[in-house]
């Protein structure tokens, strides 16, 4: 089976930079995945890590360790509107994007 | 146009009912999705089309019963629901389903069964 954590809340200022992390064990491994969620609105696409190392897109950058089954999503110069649930989503076979979301972390950006 | 549109946003249903919800792109994606999404939770993937045929069926009670009618298009069909079926069920595309590529969500319908 596969299983993915993340912590379930984060809380910080405007301005800081915060990190979610992501652990998983899946059977297989293809890549791990980003996604923005906002209350009522629809999961969006924030970054993909296929091989180990450091991805960045903005102010949103997202780190693989394949060997410690870990990841994370770094945001920085956090702003009001980052305020949203973040998952992590794991593909463990070659059909790409059938994959697993992790139980989502819930970033509350305060003034 | 990236845009993945849902019809109906809301819908109510009783337990008798039939009702299908729907998803359409214009992205020329060749990979579309069902998810189903409760309250505080992550999405759950239950159906993917690949190039029109159906890839991955997470085994999904046969009350939902999804159809690809061409590449822009995706159904999901509903009969005899039950309460515990209420949710937010979301379609999603993405250019091709054996590459890494993003995935687009619509805004889903938000279903609740009575």
């Known amino acids: 089976g596969q299983s993915l954590e993340q912590p379930s809340e984060v809380t910080a200022v405007e301005g800081a930079i915060v990190q979610i992390n992501c652990t998983y064990q899946t059977s297989g491994f293809y890549g791990l995945s980003w996604y923005q969620q906002h209350d009522g609105g629809a999961p969006t696409f924030l970054s993909y890590?296929?091989?180990?190392g450091l991805e960045e897109t903005g102010r949103f950058s997202s780190f693989l360790s394949r060997s410690d089954s870990y990841g994370y999503l770094l945001l920085q110069e956090l702003q009001m509107k980052d305020s949203a649930s973040y998952f992590c989503a794991v593909s463990w076979d070659n059909y790409g994007q059938n994959f697993v979301f992790g139980p989502g972390t819930r970033l509350s950006v305060l003034p | 146009d990236t845009e993945v549109t849902q019809t109906p946003k809301h819908l109510v249903m009783g337990m008798t009912n039939k009702k299908s919800l729907k998803c359409e792109q214009h992205?020329?994606?060749?990979?579309m999705y069902w998810y189903k999404q409760k309250a505080k939770k992550p999405p759950e993937l239950m159906f993917v089309?690949?190039?029109?045929?159906?890839?991955i069926n997470e085994s999904v009670p046969s009350r939902f019963s999804p159809e690809c009618p061409n590449s822009s298009l995706l159904n999901l069909h509903l009969h005899a629901l039950q309460p515990e079926d209420s949710a937010l069920y979301l379609c999603?595309?993405?250019?091709?389903?054996?590459?890494?590529?993003?995935?687009?969500f619509g805004q889903g319908t938000r279903l609740t069964v009575v």
């Open positions: 089309y690949s190039y029109e045929k159906l890839s």
């Open positions: 999603a595309s993405s250019q091709d389903a054996r590459q890494n590529t993003e995935a687009f």
């Open positions: 890590n296929g091989l180990d």
């Open positions: 992205m020329g994606h060749r990979a």
